[in-house]
């Protein structure tokens, strides 16, 4: 890794709550609490800890869907989106139309979708089922659209919440390459997971999360050993 | 200023995306598709004729023609509220996923409800020509008050949608709300049937006004009250613009509601 890189998004003791009554009203409960980290230009950030840590709840904040309520969070002007798969995807119209519709909600112009197609058409190996309604798919097939439009979208940092391959066993192997591919690339990425072998192949840092709090950061061996030291202890 | 531009380009575009797919989903779920769009008014208006002209015979002269004016301008009011006040709520999945601007919502809705109205329209003025009544000069006026009806709905449409996720029970109050309204806006009723005293009250209902107008251009070939549009016109701006502020100032609060 090189020693001066260029900060991209920087949080400092950010907080997070939802209330008990409809997520608005009443007491508020923390979903994190005191997360710090930065992140770097071409980096892949790891961020693991267990289930119910608030993982989800800070990507959503990274990608600028929430506010934190407290600390400050600080993009320096880069476009952030969640990898979504199949966004806003509607039953009865074509895996086309469909396309075009996710991939502009996902933040692309139509004429760029447009310009997209032949490869998410090829990558999906959806063929003349492209102009077909999503309807009469298999799920197998709205997954490989929905991952194909999602891949196509290329912000300046990615967020990958978990999920890299998705679809039937062949296809799961395909786009979790294309995906591992671009996790080695010069991208932005932030990845969440509870898998550490995962996170050990694709990250250069790793951020552990434990109850709402960053409790270590750094290179992802020596914060994975302490990561599995306290899963031992817990 | 030009990324600002652009962002406004952008969300332009995927609004009129959104609302071609949303009604080309419509038009997919049924075999006969967008022709219920103008099967289903059909429907509905002749409800009413078999009623009104031929069973009850009563005795007001054009009672039809006066009612399904009335109708038609009520009927695109009340599904874009309906529909309209579930739309920011409705949204919440997607809202987990990307940002977006809440206030596309409500906006989508209302454009396809008014696609939607435009074939009704249009059968309306088919219906008013074979019934007799012809186009006049006062054709002219038409535009402005489609325009200032759009206007009056987009503003309580906005309050609706960014209040409901709060309060997702007053969904079914407003279903009640409309009943009333229904009853007191003149969609049946002619003006002077209203007792004297209570005629000011009457009158101060922006509907009442709005659904006269439509009267007074396609029956009576006289000039709507203008001067009453226009202030309707400018509250409902207001109105358009404080609802925006009011979903803006939610903006990041929407996502964290739980459904």
Redesign the interface.
Known sequence: MKSKQQTVLSLHNTGSF??RK????GEPFWAFKDISFDLYQGETLGIIGRNGVGKSTLL?MM?????PNKGTFVNYGYQV??L?LQ??F????SGR?NA??SG????L??KEVKSKMDAIIEFSELGDFIDQ?IATYSSGMVARLGFSVAFQVDPDILLIDEVLGVGDAEFSQKSAKVMQDKIHSNKTIVFVSHNAVLIQQLCNRVVWIEEGISRVEGEPESVLKEYHQFLHLA | MTQKLDTLFRYSELIIYKTYADLKAETERTYLGFLWWIFEPLLYMSVFYVFFELLLKQGTPNYVPFLLIGLTAWQWLKSCLSHGAETILGAYGLMQQVFLPKVMFPIILVLTDTVKFFFILALLLIFLWGYGYSVGITYLALPVVLIVQLLFTMALVFFLAAIVPFLPDLRFVVENILLALFFMSGVMIRGDIVPEAYQQYYYSNPIVIIIESYRDILMYNVWPNGSALLIIGIISLIGIWLGTRLIARFEYIYPKIMV
Request: proline residues 3%; hydrophobic residues 40%; positive net charge.
């Open positions: 939802y209330k409809r997520g608005v009203f959503r990608a600028g869907i929430t506010k989106s969640l979504s966004l806003g509607i039953h009865y119209l139309e075009v519709l502009m909600l996902m933040g112009r139509k309604p």
